[in-house]
């Protein structure tokens, strides 16, 4: 029986208002109805697949999709084969799509196997040879006049497994047979063309004539990748454009970030959890930086070189943390960190640096990726220097700050 003292806390747990409307939009697992920034690759694979309904049979298409972690190669595919069989069913065609993980089926018999269950071939799982199911599944399309686009996604990791003869196999699979309706096309799926070198020359050229690649995503495509999902997960009034642009910048590529939506998509839920748990109804920027602190590896690199950092570097990075807490903002201009930093000095009676040598501290903190320092841009009057931390929480690291200056001064620093 459950204690009363236990029900309430899972009463209070599972009843009280959530900030989510849908945290299943914010998972790996999800496929949204829109692909924001990836229209361009979508439109190539349907070019290379409208065979299927133009001339359907008339050859096996094979294309290859690289890009690295995060770059929407998975969820590119996806999409297309949801949608392309729509469309291709709207038509009168029987195209089904056909998604295989090869991390989960390493060798060349499971992933036939699971291509056969995909498409509900009634083909025995055991008492064949990968041969005899492979010619069964054909028999069957045939049959039941169909045809499958098949996506291997992590071929490379396939390949490096299963060896030269599976992929051949499955690359190859109507070269040693004569037929006259090909039904089977495939989409190979990698991080790189480094595993290609596993292929015959014909058909390593073959597929990097017929390569899509997708590149790490910028900023301005993360913040519209986020905000979509945003509107999807998140109830109105839950958060704002400043925390997806916080994001975003985090983030992208063209800001020292990895361009991988995946990771931004994580902070995003992570940012919203961790803003419910500590009852508040909206996402601020300090659980965007506390979801980034979970999620980052540099944070361990980044207190080394805080350790390292001279007395007034730390000062002025106290004062950086100050300004950012009490005003909310993902980043505040270097005159009012100089501002602040004079006050700081004056409450530890130490004397504050000149601004050419603030401006010093500045750079090398950034070039120690402790903070961010970028120029301002259009909306700003005048040129201006801003900067910003994208970890923390703020609280902590100001008390971590706090607690080293006195290190530091106790031993004699200036």
């Known amino acids: 029986?459950?204690?009363?003292?236990?029900?309430?806390?899972?009463?209070?747990e599972v009843e009280k208002p959530s900030i989510f409307k849908s945290k299943e939009s914010l998972t790996p697992e999800y496929l949204p109805d829109t692909l924001p920034h990836r229209e361009?690759?979508?439109?190539?694979?349907?070019?290379?697949?409208?065979?299927?309904?133009?001339?359907?049979?008339?050859?096996?298409?094979?294309?290859?999709i690289v890009g690295g972690v995060g770059t929407g190669k998975t969820a590119t595919a996806r999409i297309?084969?949801?949608?392309?069989?729509?469309?291709?069913?709207?038509?009168?065609?029987?195209?089904?799509?056909?998604?295989?993980?090869?991390?989960?089926?390493?060798?060349?018999?499971?992933?036939?196997?699971?291509?056969?269950?995909?498409?509900?071939?009634?083909?025995?799982?055991?008492?064949l040879s990968v041969r005899e199911m492979f010619d069964a599944l054909l028999n069957y399309l045939d049959e039941t006049d169909q045809y499958a686009i098949?996506?291997?996604?992590?071929?490379?990791?396939?390949?490096?497994?299963?060896?030269?003869?599976?992929?051949?196999?499955?690359?190859?699979?109507?070269?040693?047979?004569?037929?006259?309706?090909?039904?089977?096309?495939?989409?190979?799926?990698?991080?790189?063309?480094?595993?290609?070198?596993?292929?015959?020359?014909?058909?390593?050229?073959?597929?990097l004539r017929h390569m899509i690649k997708l590149e790490p995503y910028s900023s301005t495509q993360l913040f519209d990748i986020l905000r979509y999902r945003a509107s999807k997960a998140f109830y109105e009034g839950t958060y704002?454009?400043?925390?997806?642009?916080?994001?975003?910048?985090?983030?992208?590529?063209?800001?020292?970030?990895?361009?991988?939506?995946?990771?931004?998509?994580?902070?995003?839920?992570?940012?919203?959890?961790?803003?419910?748990?500590?009852?508040?109804?909206?996402?601020?920027?300090d659980h965007v930086r506390k979801a980034i602190m979970k999620t980052s590896r540099e944070i361990v690199s980044i207190s080394e070189a805080i350790n390292y950092s001279s007395l007034h570097e730390l000062l002025i990075l106290?004062?950086?943390?100050?300004?950012?807490?009490?005003?909310?903002?993902?980043?505040?201009?270097?005159?009012?960190?100089?501002?602040?930093?004079e006050i700081v000095c004056e409450s530890l009676n130490t004397q504050p640096r000149k601004h050419t040598q603030v401006y010093e501290y500045i750079i090398n903190l950034k070039k120690a990726g402790v903070i961010e320092a970028r120029l301002s841009g259009k909306g700003m009057r005048g040129r201006t220097t801003l900067v910003g931390i994208n970890y923390g929480p703020l609280?902590?690291?100001e008390q971590y700050l706090i607690d080293l200056v006195k290190k530091k001064m106790a031993l004699g620093a200036q």
């Open 1 to 12: 029986m459950v204690s009363e003292d236990v029900w309430k806390i899972i009463e209070e």
């Open 40 to 64: 361009k690759e979508l439109k190539e694979l349907a070019s290379y697949f409208k065979h299927l309904v133009t001339s359907p049979g008339s050859f096996s298409q094979r294309v290859l």
């Open 80 to 127: 297309f084969g949801r949608d392309f069989t729509r469309y291709a069913s709207s038509k009168g065609y029987k195209i089904r799509y056909v998604h295989v993980n090869c991390h989960s089926n390493r060798t060349l018999y499971n992933v036939v196997s699971d291509i056969a269950r995909q498409l509900d071939a009634p083909i025995p799982s055991r008492g």
């Open 150 to 207: 098949i996506a291997l996604d992590e071929f490379h990791y396939f390949a490096s497994l299963a060896g030269r003869d599976a992929v051949y196999f499955i690359a190859r699979s109507y070269d040693a047979i004569d037929v006259p309706v090909k039904r089977l096309n495939y989409i190979f799926i990698s991080q790189d063309t480094a595993k290609l070198s596993l292929l015959d020359p014909s058909l390593e050229n073959y597929l």
């Open 240 to 285: 704002d454009d400043s925390v997806l642009k916080f994001i975003a910048e985090y983030e992208g590529y063209d800001k020292g970030g990895g361009g991988n939506a995946r990771h931004a998509i994580e902070i995003l839920m992570l940012s919203g959890v961790i803003a419910e748990n500590e009852g508040s109804r909206r996402i601020n920027l």
């Open 318 to 341: 106290l004062s950086i943390v100050r300004i950012l807490r009490r005003t909310g903002k993902p980043y505040v201009k270097i005159g009012d960190v100089e501002k602040e930093y």
């Open 395 to 397: 609280d902590l690291l």
